[in-house]
């Protein structure tokens, strides 16, 4: 890891979604979920494997609406504190690959809407850069679009919309 400071190699985007943070947590914590919503729109994840717990590890990997496979990625879940907080590593599983670690922050508020903040520290502010040129933040950003319609339709399926 870098001797640079976190904040200089992060990436921190945030979302306000309309659900509580036991809804939006329980979104990222089952695979049948995950698949529908991780991953940029049109690269939908096409190979979704998670052991969610802490020392559980994942693989994803996602193909393209055109069927090109992308590289496939995976990490280990280093804390998960229920509807709170989730802490993994993550790197493409190519020989050499740097890892990012990612944490997401569950924070519902008193109308019962999760602001959901996703922390990304990458080994290098120049790792960071290069993963930001690659198109990190509007990927992320669209994977938390598909995000917020998945809980839209967990919470209907409850009768609360």
């Not at 994942?58 to 280990?76: C, I, K, N, R, W």
């Not at 933040?137 to 598909?146: F, K």
Request: with cysteine; charged share 25%.
């Amino acid at each position: 890891m870098s001797e640079e400071p976190e904040n200089v190699r992060a990436i921190t985007i945030s979302r306000l979604i309309d659900a509580p943070a036991h809804l939006v947590f329980a979104a990222h914590a089952d695979p049948v979920h995950v698949k529908r919503w991780f991953g940029p729109v049109g690269w939908p994840l096409s190979t979704c494997e998670m052991d969610f717990r802490v020392g559980g590890r994942f693989h994803f990997q996602m193909t393209s609406d055109a069927g090109e496979l992308g590289p496939p990625f995976g990490g280990t879940y280093v804390e998960i504190v229920p509807n709170l907080r989730i802490r993994y590593d993550n790197s493409f599983e190519a020989l050499g690959s740097p890892v990012m670690v990612t944490t997401l922050s569950f924070d519902e508020d008193a109308e019962g809407r999760t602001l959901l903040t996703h922390h990304t520290a990458f080994e290098s502010q120049a790792v960071r850069d290069e993963y930001r040129g690659l198109g990190f933040t509007e990927g992320t950003e669209s994977s938390l679009d598909l995000l917020a319609d998945e809980v839209r339709e967990m919470v209907a399926e409850m009768g609360g919309g």
